[in-house]
């Protein structure tokens, strides 16, 4: 089965530094990037500070927005006092899809050590998938560009459409 429906997603950038202006978005736009040469049109884009209460507030608003189907968070997932993105996912989620962080982290291990504190989740919500991508441009690279048709595969699958052909 081909899948017709137009499928969007939305983007968070928890940033600091970016909601303040101090810093370009160039996590955020790379992202935007790349999925440009997904499935996928782009819905929203917004650069918030690390604030939880914040965080949260705009990805309920995504989850209940039936439109979005996808969220890609950059930025917040280390393990310094502000980064709480994966903490506000993990509150809002319904199911865990704990797969996809593992392989980002196991992948990005080879060319830096450190990519193995990342608390990165993702997961289901509302038939909306969300991923907690790093705040790094060159990570951004790496994962998003080898997962998109994990994740166009994913979302197909929670909208519904797949009819049991897994790609290869």
Not at 71 to 81: C, D, F, Q, R
Not at 109 to 135: D, E, F, H, V, W
Not at 138 to 147: F, H, M, R, V
């Amino acid at each position: 089965m081909t899948f017709s429906k137009n499928l969007y997603y939305s983007i968070v950038t928890s940033s600091d530094r970016c909601a303040a202006g101090l810093m370009r978005d160039k996590s955020g736009e790379l992202i935007e990037n790349i999925m440009s040469k997904s499935k996928f049109l782009l819905h929203s884009k917004v650069v918030l500070p690390d604030e939880f209460t914040i965080l949260e507030t705009q990805l309920v608003e995504f989850f209940e927005n039936k439109k979005i189907n996808l969220i890609l968070t950059t930025g917040g997932t280390g393990l310094a006092k502000r980064d709480v993105i994966p903490d506000v996912t993990e509150k809002l989620i319904d199911i865990e899809v704990p797969g996809i962080p593992e392989i980002m982290r196991v992948k990005s291990y080879q060319g830096n050590k450190m990519s193995i504190l990342s608390r990165a989740k993702c997961g289901i919500k509302n038939n909306t998938l969300i991923l907690n991508l790093p705040g790094s441009p060159s990570a951004i690279d790496e994962n998003l560009n080898n997962l998109i048709s994990t994740i166009e595969h994913a979302v197909e699958i929670i909208m519904g459409s797949h009819e049991g052909n897994h790609p290869k």
